[in-house]
């Protein structure tokens, strides 16, 4: 099937998302100690060999983070990084605990969301969370 996508992502609508979560998003990028206490709460880092990209502060850094930090101006190679990090490296199951109150399931789910404003999806994406 022929690619029917533009050059690069559209980043104004990336920016629109960032900046309606600005402040959660800014102060969890913020305040993340990688102390990574976080990582033996996430069963996919403690079932898949306990290997860094795993962990959950690192999925969150180098999925939002990674668009925030480059301020939405990313490539279509990025986005597909993020859509891996942010479905198959994490089912949203709310159970990681970070005890400086970092919500990471709401920054992968802000992740999902960017990533299906650009229509970049998983195959077997039904299109159902938030
Ligand atoms: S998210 Fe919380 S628990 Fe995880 S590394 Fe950052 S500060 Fe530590
Ligand atoms: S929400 Fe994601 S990062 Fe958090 S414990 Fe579940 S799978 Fe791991």
């Given amino acids: 099937m022929k690619d029917i996508r533009p050059e690069t992502p559209d980043r104004k609508t990336i920016l629109s998302f960032l900046a309606g ?3 959660r998003m800014k102060l969890s ?3 993340c100690a990688h102390c990574g ?3 033996e709460s996430c069963f996919i880092y403690v079932t898949r060999g306990r290997k860094p990209e795993y962990m959950p502060s690192h999925k969150m850094i180098h999925s939002i983070g990674k668009l925030y930090r480059k301020k939405g101006k990313v490539d279509w190679e990025t986005m597909e990084e993020i859509k891996d990090i942010a479905w198959r490296r ?3 199951c709310m159970r990681c605990y970070c005890p400086l109150g970092i919500d ?3 920054m992968i789910s802000l992740a999902r969301s960017i990533c299906r404003s650009q229509n970049v999806l998983p195959a077997f994406d039904g299109g159902d969370e938030t």
């Fill in 90 to 92: 994490c089912v949203l």
């Fill in 29 to 31: 990028l913020t305040i």
């Fill in 104 to 106: 990471i399931p709401e």
């Fill in 37 to 39: 206490l976080c990582a």
């Fill in 21 to 23: 979560h600005k402040t």
